[in-house]
């Protein structure tokens, strides 16, 4: 083999390499499970902290979970405890390094056009806590909430299993936190019950009436055995494992997607990538991802599902990565994903961060790579627009949903990054800051979180 | 950014941590940097020889990380990449995978321009060995 032949080789390599897609980051559109940056200098004592809580929770309820707890999976129910004037937060020792001066958002989900919740870090007495905002009026005025008492999750192997990095609200009472622990609310959040579905939860959805919690693997983190679709009632129930539906599901890379009665899951782990559905949420089948499969040209990688109906679904491909940039496409179907068609192809500019499908023509991609864009297409037809463009070395949007045609939110530059930011001396506006939408992600707008 | 990394150190975890790093790094300065993606780079690289180095696992640096590929000729040849001696990888990857100059790898480097282009030409007479 020659010179020229060993580079061509050895380029044509490090492409492929390359073009596999980096578990992206933090949550998506029916969002995924954040990958966030270590929080390395508060861990020992928060893990300690809760380490003392389940400690204490085990002593009080015994090996065998709350008493009527359903389906062999443990509920532990907890009131969250109320320090002086943060309700429900766990406190994080104060030093100055880790003060932050407002209430920084991980994590957005609204229930309506005006009612939604953000997860997040505040300051508290003892330093830096997370912490839970509602709002009842689109983010014009904000009420304290307790969240869940718990730390911030990220994908740090000595991240707690039963942190919190991601929300979701079914409806103003019924909501979850995830990732990688799983905490659930039946009152708004007054009191939290911790649920145990054998491995880290690294999705979630709701809709018509049933929550699904994807779980990574079982017996993490040595994942003897795959992760499964679990579903419960989300006015509260046990939780079922929905048959059909398992696999070695990855941090970033799978999503559940529910809409109506239909769900959809997608992981795009190679070299066998997954999109399967179900009409009604229970029985599943396989679909054909229109991704291109094994060609290392073309964006042949499944790296997103969203869905605006049963059967308005779109799907992400994303390949031929080069530095801060790479070829990304997306897909339409109308008939609940038995076929596809395609859009224009993306802007190339970033990798692929989440995908949100407000409307059945409307798709919104988010990237990032030295920036960070949200870009935006309203008909199959027309040219992708880059409704909003962040010059911040790629930090990254996530949650972006919808819950109709016009009203959105996202979360830009997620808490848990922002804290490693101050951690480091530095303050950093304009981070873990939730932006919202009322024309369907054509012009966002930032909201303060005040209380 | 992360890409970079990972080609370098063959790992996703340590790759991830490395750019976080850097973009620490970057916040850190008092003045913003008039080629921001530059700076980064340069510091990503810097970076992934000093983590690997101070892990002590430069000897042992082959890619370990299981990434699936579908193409026994791309299997192979990152797998020989990978037991080159991360002086050699990490030039290797910036001429072949960022097409970057030997002035510009030397300018990231912080060597001499005759330092790259001899571990340019060592680290790919080692890999056509590793193919052959």
């Given at each position: ?11 044509r390599?490090?492409?492929a390499?390359?073009?596999?897609p ?6 998506t559109?029916?969002p995924?499970?954040?990958r966030?940056?270590r ?8 893990v300690?902290a809760?380490?003392t809580?389940?400690?204490?929770l085990?002593l009080a ?7 009527g707890?359903?389906s ?16 429900g937060a766990?406190?994080?020792?104060a ?5 932050i001066s ?17 997860l997040?870090?505040?300051?508290c ?14 983010g014009a005025?904000?009420?304290i909430?307790?969240?869940?008492p ?8 000595t991240t ?6 991601q ?7 019924d909501g979850?936190a995830?990732?990688?622990?799983l ?11 911790s ?9 979630m ?8 919690a994807?779980v ?5 983190p040595?994942?003897?055995?795959p ?13 079922t ?7 070695a ?13 239909a769900?959809f899951?997608?992981?795009g782990?190679?070299?066998?990538p ?7 949420g229970?029985?599943?089948s396989?679909?054909?991802s ?5 060609s290392?040209?073309g964006?042949?990688f ?15 491909c994303?390949?031929?990565s ?8 997306v ?21 692929e ?9 409307t798709v919104?991609l988010?990237a ?13 037809d027309t040219?992708?627009?880059?409704p ?12 972006m ?12 530059g997620a808490a ?7 951690e480091?001396?530095n303050?950093?506006a ?10 369907g992600?054509?012009?966002w ?7 | 950014?992360i890409?970079?990394?990972r080609?370098?150190?063959g ?7 490395i750019?976080q790093e ?5 916040f ?7 080629n ?5 780079r340069?510091?990503v690289t ?5 983590h ?8 042992a ?8 590929v579908w193409n026994?000729d791309?299997d ?7 037991r080159?001696?991360l ?9 072949f ?22 571990r340019?030409?060592r ?10």
């Amino acid at each position: 083999m020659n010179n020229d032949a060993t580079e061509d080789r050895l380029r044509r390599t490090l492409r492929a390499i390359a073009d596999q897609p980096v578990p992206a980051g933090p949550p998506t559109f029916e969002p995924r499970h954040a990958r966030a940056p270590r929080v390395s200098p508060l861990r020992v004592a928060v893990v300690v902290a809760v380490a003392t809580a389940v400690v204490a929770l085990a002593l009080a309820y015994g090996p065998h979970g709350a008493p009527g707890s359903p389906s062999g999976r443990r509920v532990v129910p907890v009131t969250s405890p109320q320090p002086a004037t943060v309700p429900g937060a766990v406190a994080v020792p104060a030093t100055s390094a880790t003060a932050i001066s407002g209430f920084l958002a991980q994590s957005v989900s609204f229930v309506s056009d005006s009612a939604g919740f953000v997860l997040g870090l505040a300051p508290c007495p003892a330093g830096t806590c997370v912490a839970l905002r509602r709002t009842t009026d689109r983010g014009a005025t904000w009420s304290i909430v307790p969240p869940p008492p718990t730390t911030l999750g990220t994908t740090d192997s000595t991240t707690s299993p039963a942190a919190v990095s991601q929300v979701r609200f079914a409806d103003e009472a019924d909501g979850w936190a995830y990732g990688p622990g799983l905490w659930a609310t039946h009152d708004g959040g007054t009191r939290w019950s911790s649920v145990d579905l054998g491995g880290p939860v690294v999705s979630m959805a709701s809709s018509a009436g049933q929550a699904y919690a994807l779980v990574q693997c079982l017996s993490y983190p040595t994942c003897t055995s795959p992760g499964h679709l679990y579903r419960s009632p989300v006015h509260g129930g046990s939780w079922t494992q929905v048959a059909g539906v398992s696999g070695a599901y990855g941090q970033g890379s799978a999503t559940v997607v529910a809409v109506g009665p239909a769900v959809f899951v997608a992981d795009g782990r190679q070299p066998q990538p997954t999109l399967i559905a179900s009409a009604d949420g229970v029985h599943f089948s396989s679909l054909t991802s229109p991704c291109g499969g094994s060609s290392s040209a073309g964006p042949s990688f499944l790296v997103g599902v969203a869905a605006s109906s049963p059967t308005e679904v779109a799907v992400a491909c994303t390949g031929s990565s080069g530095a801060g940039s790479s070829a990304k496409s997306v897909y339409l179907s109308h008939d609940g994903g038995r076929s596809f068609d395609a859009t224009a192809p993306a802007p190339l500019g970033g990798d692929e961060s989440g995908l949100s499908m407000p409307s059945a023509t409307t798709v919104l991609l988010g990237a990032n790579s030295g920036a960070t864009w949200i870009y935006r297409i309203a008909s199959p037809d027309t040219a992708w627009t880059t409704p909003l463009t962040f010059t911040d070395g790629g930090i990254r949007d996530s949650d972006m949903a919808f819950v109709d045609a016009d009203y959105g939110a996202m979360v830009h530059g997620a808490a848990s990054l922002v804290l490693s930011i101050i951690e480091a001396g530095n303050t950093m506006a304009g981070f873990g800051q939730l932006f919202l939408t009322a024309d369907g992600g054509l012009h966002w707008q930032p909201c303060p979180i005040r209380s | 950014m992360i890409r970079l990394a990972r080609l370098i150190t063959g790992s996703t975890v340590l790759a991830e941590e490395i750019v976080q790093e850097a973009f620490l790094a970057v916040f850190r300065l008092r003045q913003w940097p008039d080629n921001p993606e530059a700076y980064l780079r340069t510091t990503v690289t810097n970076l992934c020889r000093s983590h690997l180095r101070r892990l002590r696992v430069e000897r042992a640096a082959a890619v370990t990380e299981d990434l699936h590929v579908w193409n026994p000729d791309i299997d192979e040849t990152w797998q020989a990449l990978g037991r080159l001696p991360l002086r050699h990888r990490g030039v290797l990857v910036l001429r072949f995978y960022e097409d970057m100059s030997e002035s510009e790898i030397a300018a990231v480097l912080g060597c001499r321009l005759g330092t790259v282009k001899s571990r340019l030409h060592r680290g790919l007479e080692k890999l056509r060995g590793e193919l052959s």
